[in-house]
């Protein structure tokens, strides 16, 4: 069955949905943020520490695991889900992103982009077809589609020209794509941050009839208004009936800012990358663990927490941790962000159900401050 | 109460021994191995995991925790088991080895040794007056005296100087030491590879009247028969009520020389070290998991074995894992190999119990090799 969206209640005040969306792996509640799990780990956790969390879905990234340690060997192994001893549904990205980030290391043309692994220089050459293929053998309940991810800023001429690319790839993935009974191939919208151009590429995405869309080519160096006008012009041009996907965003605020917009799904490195660099998020705002200040401070990191990091152990113990370089330190800050950001969601979808987000981004914005 | 020792059953073909060891945060089955903690934690394993490896005891590192994060910050956290939130027993060295390691960074006076920090440079001054506040600041339920390990080869003059200052500072160890009610202080015998000053020195420390008595200065290079003889003169001067503990030792098959000689406690950085190296020890012996025959081998570690890594996850992903320096592969290696030596031990005590340690150490050795 490909996934289906359920959509339970929409916000009186908002564009911000309540919904369910069921895979082949289990329900998801949504709105929902799905940690990052790169390399088919997310980084310094266990897969029972991620169910312990509450993670209902994890993402990987097809470009990363092609190249380490390949697609086929994953099959082999069962797919992502057998290989990483993950029972619960994953994302994969479509390793555009990735691909485009390489700069100088890749080369575009109509056909696909041929690009040199950032390890070893070996060339490889993705094409939607090829791209479908991996992410089949990887095995993931949803799965992105090849597009390509234009840089900020850049002229409206290339980005029209990439986005109706974007779209003429979607169609050569969605005729590539054959397991459509357990994996739902997503298109992604772009048009960078021109309006028109974002309408634009909506209506054709959703004429492709997918079981979901993603909104691409965001927080990527953009102002946050200009994003969210980008999300408000595009999202009443998806379809209400199928989830709706902002891809690589996940600061608490954005994760707000999008729901109140309608956004079903949200994925980021961010939470699980300060984690490591001694950075965590609070009830208080962000909290740099690693200052002196905390150091002889034994409250737990943030008090209002229920995570095992919280429960546990102290600032002035993780600090230690964290400053020594010790694996542990990373592993408890992880913990925590991933615990903090689930939170977060379960506090957007009750606020949803009882018709106060507005006042639960106000409350929260008091407390937390604003990222820049 | 000082830890108490009860023998309950010696091998009637060896010199090993059944028992238990009674301390303040719980009972040890002896033998026992002690996962070393050096920064007050395990690499890579939280409290949790050490419990369900079967840890009863672990190490931690006096020199490593005065250092960072400082012994008065711990004592203000409760000392290390409330610093790290540990509730079995602890053992903390005395930074003797530590200090003595340092070599050019370090002068030895009949007071003590002068020493700079591996980490700035900074300069200070341990005496075995100053190393027991320490240890009673971090409170272990077994505190080490503060000896000097000679290195090896090393000559017999000097060993011996060494030796009989040793004994002096265990006297002012003894002396200086207030909190005997909840820690025991153990007493180091040395005296490098000769058999006459390892006797002199198990007599002098045991003269002390302490509630164990540790084997140190062995495993620094010296050939194992050489390291075996040395417990074998040493041991039938060590008093039968009290534990025995062989220092900075843990490679399985010395686990069993050990054990056969009737020592009691072993530690050792080894098991987990090479595991985050990705070499991990199973039942048909060591394993370099990076290597690229393990990289389609979806078998677990070890087929043997009951912990979590080999329960959940196969030689393929964790090879993948280390190989891509995931935390979580140095995490899955070094559960593995602490639950391994863990399973080891409880081998060796129920072999003790049925008088059959050293057909328990054949059948090993032909399935596990000897290490060199």
Known sequence: MPVRYELIKEC????????????PHGVIDTPAFMPVGTQATVKAMSPDELKDIGAQIILSNTYHLFIRPGHKLIEEAGGLHGFM????????????????SLNELRKITEEGVEFKSHLDGTKHFFTPEYVMEIEESLGADIIMAFDECVSYPEEKEYVQKSMERTVRWLKRCKKAHKNIEEQSLFG?????VFEDLRIESAKKTVDCDLPGYAIGGLSVGEPKNIMNDMIECTVPHLPKDKPRYLMGVGSPDSLIDGSLRGIDM??????????????????????VIR???????????????????????SRAYIRHLIKTGEILGARLTTIHNLRFLQNVMKGIRKAILDDNLIS???????KYGYDK
């Open 12 to 23: 009186k005040h908002t564009g911000a949905r309540l919904g369910k969306l069921y895979t």
């Open 85 to 100: 001893n993950w029972d619960r549904p994953i994302l994969t990205d479509s390793g555009g992103f990735q691909v485009f």
């Open 188 to 192: 992604i919208v772009q048009g960078g």
């Open 266 to 287: 949200f994925d980021c490195v961010l939470p699980t990358r300060i984690a490591r660099n001694g950075t965590v998020m609070t009830s208080q705002g962000k909290l």
């Open 291 to 313: 200052n002196a200040n905390y150091a002889e401070d034994f409250r737990p990191i943030d008090e209002e927490c229920d995570c095992y990091t919280c429960k546990n152990f």
């Open 360 to 366: 639960f981004r106000d409350d929260f914005f008091e």
